[in-house]
């Protein structure tokens, strides 16, 4: 059963970089999209970005120009950068599979369990 | 890009049913069958109910089903249990991405 785990600092000093690693396991990172969501404390849910197992990658609007993500299917992960965070951008930040359907990208079939990331000085 | 419209919160009894609803705009949840939605417990990762508006995955209670109309789809759980009380949230894939509702609290009273 495939399983991902998230990883990084979970405390990232305003104006700076937050990085942060999902780790699958259990099954294939190819032929895959893999996407990044998060939610800030008492608010909902927000898509970030995605990336193809090739590379590929699309990101929300919001985010885009501060968004950057990265594959590495050789240790089987993938990847997410963050920069010039604010305080706004504390959440705790999942990553997860995009199931691909009838109609396309459709869900998100698989998650981890969050990992929180805080922005402070 | 605007979330998706849910209420904030329902309540009911054991053994009762509610329906969640989910508004969204002709660009997304009007346009294309591919709501999701999804069930978060504190501290666990969140879980796929319902895919492509009214399919759901292996394993997920047949309690739950989804349906869609227009620009709104909905979220109805039957026989509620206690287990089954947490957040749910409304998801719709779409030209620019996916975006989520702003997530509808459920209380078992």
């Known amino acids: 059963q495939v399983q991902l785990q998230e990883s990084g600092p979970g405390l990232v000093k305003p104006s700076e970089t937050l990085s942060l690693t999902c780790t699958v396991s259990g099954g294939s990172i190819g032929t895959y999209y893999w996407s990044w969501i998060r939610q800030p404390a008492g608010k909902g849910l927000e898509w970030i970005g995605r990336i193809y197992s090739s590379g590929s990658t699309g990101y929300n609007p919001s985010l885009k120009s501060r968004v950057t993500m990265s594959v590495d299917t050789s240790k089987m992960r993938f990847s997410l950068r963050l920069s010039a965070v604010t305080a706004a951008d504390t959440a705790v930040y999942y990553c997860?599979?995009?199931?691909?359907?009838?109609?396309?990208?459709?869900?998100?079939?698989?998650w981890g369990q969050g990992t929180l990331v805080s922005v402070s000085s | 890009q605007s979330a998706l419209t849910q209420p904030a919160s329902v309540s009911a009894s054991p053994g009762q049913s509610i329906t969640i609803s989910c508004t969204g705009t002709s660009s997304d949840v009007g346009t294309y069958n591919l709501v999701s939605w999804y069930q978060l417990h504190p501290g666990k990762a969140p879980k796929l109910i319902i895919y492509e508006g009214t399919k759901r995955p292996s394993g997920v209670s047949n309690r739950f089903s989804g349906s869609k109309s227009a620009n709104t789809a909905s979220l109805t759980i039957s026989g509620l249990q206690a287990e089954d009380e947490a957040d749910y949230y409304c998801c719709s894939y779409a030209d620019r991405g996916a975006v989520f509702g702003g997530g509808t609290k459920l209380t078992v009273l």
């Open positions: 997860a599979r995009d199931y691909y359907g009838d109609y396309g990208l459709s869900a998100f079939d698989i």
